[in-house]
């Protein structure tokens, strides 16, 4: 591969006969050949140039719809202008990391939609960041206001060492950091995943991975796009709404190339439930990738047991090693292989320890996935706390170098230095093992908590989690706990609480809401404990009371919640024949747990995910009357239902 920058290959695919396919559901798609996607980048260029962008400047890519996303995110690399995709989500939250990252990058281009825009500037005026949204206003391109006359842009020339775009860190709701990317790490990056993977022209990639994500922008459409290969990306939206396309649409363009975090397999498994899949054919999938979080072996298993009946073989499940900050991939198997793993006993998984085997029928024992080897052109050291390096076969900090590793974070030389030592070796603050020369993943050595594929710092939750009423610094801790049984973490809060059980109901109900609401996720569990464990300089000691909570010290309480909780919903049967279809909804969205026409839902823990789901089967008995962003304006079924009654009959609330 000869090019040295993402615009000469983007110039170099002009007349390549591939295509971009977008699957905006099982009978909507658009498809636009590589030369065609040049054009468009183009145009969007020329816009840019006309709003007064030129090389160096910051574009924010905040919108819906991967077609929109991939004419922008070219169009602006094509200018040399910085792209910084940002995920629009459906909480507060997405919008003030937004206000907050364009107050960082000072007066950056926004490239977004009506819709967004309007919402951007009803929230900056509750937040207090007016002045923000404003400057953001005046320099926004609005693409379904788009002026069709302009001319095509004029694209920069780009040297290797040229920042190609910002990733910043995903799930963060406090600190984002701002990965930053050339387009010699991109190219680094892009020939040691085509070396291990094997990536060729006959190859067919499909994708629902967020273009706002490494994965999935990298991943699925940059490293496509760059090795000619047949590009069909459907929305993450529709792959939650409806899990069962993905494996469809795989069979029907006979897709060679699949990928799916942890989370994916999970949901996808869930809605499949016991059903066999008739007519679908998996035989052609040669590489499933399994990353992005911490990776279930059982789940694994579990996935190609169930899909084996289809085709699919168990050489093709691809679980990886990889972080933003590497561009995206570090260690990869040997493509074709079966994948494998081994069993070690977690308490013998300490830095500098040799990492001890689990005997057989051991009850605590940790499987950990085999996720390969280093790529060509990276390099991954086991490191001491000191950064020196460990033999293989001991328990480390896993530290990275290569040319695919980035340099540092955005206008951050504090958290570059930190870091990446004068070497360049980067701490991806993740401990692992090397065994064989092949890594294992063993835990995080910086606090992290993995959600849906997103990574949260406990500290951006617990801001968060602390507006509930009586709660304050250092009274709440977030954590990821893994009971036996579960797939991966579960969203957990311990919360300082010395009275009644029954008084902490409300306390656990509210925190849930507040997270949810702001944070899109689904809390499994808060809980109440008579103190919170700190070393002796007062830092939180948050493995003390995941490791109490596996254990089951707290099960007790919990269930005494749980039927405290359920002595307190008051009952009443739904009214009418909208309440009863939208209790209906809701019940089917949140299976095992009980839903009461007055509950609010967000209490419950109604996730991002799940409201995606509530809103899709709305949608379908009451097309185009509810806005997704609406229920969480009416997070009760009483509400929500009584609004679209209002709907329905034409008049305002």
Same mark, same amino acid.
């Not at 040669?286 to 899909?307: K, W, Y």
């Given at each position: 591969?000869?090019?040295?920058?993402?615009?000469?290959?983007?110039?170099?695919?002009?007349?390549?006969?591939?295509?971009?396919?977008?699957?905006?559901?099982?009978?909507?798609?658009?498809?636009?050949?590589?030369?065609?996607?040049?054009?468009?980048?183009?145009?969007?260029?020329?816009?840019?140039?006309?709003?007064?962008?030129?090389?160096?400047?910051?574009?924010?890519?905040?919108?819906?719809?991967?077609?929109?996303?991939?004419?922008?995110?070219?169009?602006?690399?094509?200018?040399?202008?910085?792209?910084?995709?940002?995920?629009?989500?459906?909480?507060?939250?997405?919008?003030?990391?937004?206000?907050?990252?364009?107050?960082?990058?000072?007066?950056?281009?926004?490239?977004?939609?009506?819709?967004?825009?309007?919402?951007?500037?009803?929230?900056?005026?509750?937040?207090?960041?007016?002045?923000?949204?404003?400057?953001?206003?005046?320099?926004?391109?609005?693409?379904?206001?788009?002026?069709?006359?302009?001319?095509?842009?004029?694209?920069?020339?780009?040297?290797?060492?040229?920042?190609?775009?910002?990733?910043?860190?995903?799930?963060?709701?406090?600190?984002?950091?701002?990965?930053?990317?050339?387009?010699?790490?991109?190219?680094?990056?892009?020939?040691?995943?085509?070396?291990?993977?094997?990536?060729?022209?006959?190859?067919?990639?499909?994708?629902?991975?967020?273009?706002?994500?490494?994965?999935?922008?990298?991943?699925?459409?940059?490293?496509?796009?760059?090795?000619?290969?047949?590009?069909?990306?459907?929305?993450?939206?529709?792959?939650?709404?409806?899990?069962?396309?993905?494996?469809?649409?795989?069979?029907?363009?006979?897709?060679?190339?699949?990928?799916?975090?942890?989370?994916?397999?999970?949901?996808?498994?869930?809605?499949?439930?016991?059903?066999?899949?008739?007519?679908?054919?998996?035989?052609?999938?040669?590489?499933?990738?399994?990353?992005?979080?911490?990776?279930?072996?059982?789940?694994?298993?579990?996935?190609?047991?169930?899909?084996?009946?289809?085709?699919?073989?168990?050489?093709?499940?691809?679980?990886?090693?990889?972080?933003?900050?590497?561009?995206?991939?570090?260690?990869?198997?040997?493509?074709?292989?079966?994948?494998?793993?081994?069993?070690?006993?977690?308490?013998?998984?300490?830095?500098?320890?040799?990492?001890?085997?689990?005997?057989?029928?051991?009850?605590?024992?940790?499987?950990?996935?085999?996720?390969?080897?280093?790529?060509?052109?990276?390099?991954?050291?086991?490191?001491?706390?000191?950064?020196?390096?460990?033999?293989?076969?001991?328990?480390?900090?896993?530290?990275?170098?290569?040319?695919?590793?980035?340099?540092?974070?955005?206008?951050?030389?504090?958290?570059?230095?930190?870091?990446?030592?004068?070497?360049?070796?980067?701490?991806?603050?993740?401990?692992?093992?090397?065994?064989?020369?092949?890594?294992?993943?063993?835990?995080?050595?910086?606090?992290?908590?993995?959600?849906?594929?997103?990574?949260?710092?406990?500290?951006?939750?617990?801001?968060?989690?602390?507006?509930?009423?009586?709660?304050?610094?250092?009274?709440?801790?977030?954590?990821?706990?893994?009971?036996?049984?579960?797939?991966?973490?579960?969203?957990?809060?311990?919360?300082?609480?010395?009275?009644?059980?029954?008084?902490? *109901?409300?306390?656990?109900?509210?925190?849930?809401?507040?997270?949810?609401?702001?944070?899109?996720?689904?809390?499994?569990? *808060?809980?109440?404990?008579?103190?919170?464990?700190?070393?002796?300089?007062?830092?939180?000691?948050?493995?003390?009371?995941?490791?109490?909570?596996?254990?089951?010290?707290?099960?007790?309480?919990?269930?005494?919640?749980?039927?405290?909780?359920?002595?307190?919903?008051?009952?009443?049967?739904?009214?009418?024949?909208?309440?009863?279809?939208?209790?209906?909804?809701?019940?089917?969205?949140?299976?095992?747990?009980?839903?009461?026409?007055?509950?609010?839902?967000?209490?419950?823990?109604?996730?991002?995910?799940?409201?995606?789901?509530?809103?899709?089967?709305?949608?379908?008995?009451?097309?185009?009357?509810?806005?997704?962003?609406?229920?969480?304006?009416?997070?009760?079924?009483?509400?929500?239902?009584?609004?679209?009654?209002?709907?329905?009959?034409?008049?305002?609330?």
């Amino acid at each position: 591969m000869d090019c040295e920058t993402l615009i000469e290959i983007l110039e170099a695919n002009r007349n390549v006969a591939r295509s971009v396919h977008y699957l905006e559901g099982e009978h909507d798609e658009r498809i636009v050949p590589f030369g065609e996607l040049y054009e468009r980048a183009r145009r969007v260029l020329g816009q840019l140039q006309r709003l007064g962008a030129s090389r160096g400047d910051k574009l924010i890519l905040f919108l819906n719809g991967n077609e929109l996303f991939i004419d922008g995110f070219w169009g602006a690399l094509c200018g040399g202008i910085v792209p910084v995709p940002l995920a629009v989500g459906i909480s507060d939250e997405h919008r003030h990391k937004l206000l907050r990252i364009a107050a960082r990058l000072g007066d950056p281009f926004l490239y977004t939609d009506r819709k967004n825009l309007d919402r951007i500037g009803a929230f900056a005026a509750t937040v207090g960041a007016s002045a923000v949204f404003e400057r953001l206003q005046r320099r926004a391109l609005v693409v379904d206001e788009l002026d069709g006359s302009v001319a095509a842009g004029e694209p920069a020339a780009a040297t290797p060492d040229d920042v190609a775009f910002i990733q910043f860190s995903s799930g963060s709701t406090t600190e984002p950091k701002g990965i930053v990317l050339t387009h010699r790490n991109l190219i680094a990056n892009l020939r040691g995943t085509t070396a291990a993977a094997g990536f060729n022209e006959r190859d067919v990639s499909l994708s629902w991975m967020p273009l706002t994500h490494d994965m999935g922008l990298i991943g699925k459409h940059i490293f496509m796009f760059a090795n000619r290969i047949e590009n069909h990306l459907m929305p993450t939206e529709l792959f939650i709404r409806r899990p069962m396309l993905w494996t469809k649409f795989a069979s029907e363009r006979r897709a060679t190339i699949l990928s799916s975090p942890n989370f994916g397999y999970r949901h996808y498994l869930k809605v499949l439930g016991d059903r066999a899949l008739a007519g679908v054919d998996l035989s052609a999938a040669r590489l499933i990738f399994n990353g992005a979080e911490p990776i279930s072996v059982e789940l694994c298993d579990e996935f190609m047991e169930r899909m084996a009946p289809c085709g699919l073989k168990r050489t093709a499940m691809y679980p990886v090693y990889g972080l933003a900050e590497a561009t995206l991939a570090v260690t990869f198997p040997v493509a074709g292989s079966s994948y494998s793993s081994l069993r070690f006993d977690r308490h013998r998984l300490r830095v500098g320890a040799p990492a001890g085997r689990a005997a057989p029928g051991q009850q605590d024992a940790l499987a950990l996935i085999n996720v390969g080897r280093p790529i060509p052109g990276s390099e991954v050291r086991i490191a001491d706390d000191g950064r020196g390096a460990l033999p293989d076969g001991t328990v480390g900090h896993l530290l990275i170098r290569g040319a695919n590793v980035t340099k540092g974070y955005y206008e951050a030389p504090e958290i570059t230095a930190r870091t990446i030592d004068a070497d360049g070796w980067l701490d991806t603050g993740d401990l692992g093992v090397l065994v064989d020369g092949a890594l294992y993943v063993t835990g995080r050595a910086k606090e992290i908590i993995f959600v849906n594929g997103q990574n949260y710092f406990p500290h951006d939750l617990e801001s968060i989690a602390q507006r509930a009423a009586g709660l304050e610094l250092g009274k709440v801790v977030a954590a990821g706990c893994r009971p036996a049984g579960a797939e991966g973490d579960e969203l957990t809060f311990f919360i300082l609480h010395r009275g009644s059980l029954p008084d902490f *109901v409300s306390v656990a109900a509210e925190v849930t809401r507040l997270v949810n609401e702001h944070a899109g996720l689904e809390v499994a569990h *808060v809980v109440p404990v008579k103190r919170i464990p700190k070393t002796t300089s007062g830092k939180i000691q948050r493995v003390a009371l995941e490791e109490a909570f596996e254990a089951g010290e707290f099960a007790a309480d919990v269930a005494e919640l749980a039927r405290l909780r359920e002595a307190q919903h008051a009952h009443r049967d739904a009214a009418g024949g909208v309440e009863a279809k939208v209790k209906a909804i809701c019940d089917a969205a949140l299976p095992g747990k009980r839903v009461e026409v007055d509950d609010n839902l967000f209490e419950i823990g109604a996730s991002s995910l799940t409201l995606i789901q509530i809103h899709e089967e709305i949608d379908k008995e009451y097309p185009g009357i509810v806005d997704l962003t609406e229920l969480f304006d009416f997070p009760t079924v009483a509400s929500l239902a009584a609004h679209v009654q209002r709907k329905l009959a034409g008049t305002r609330p």
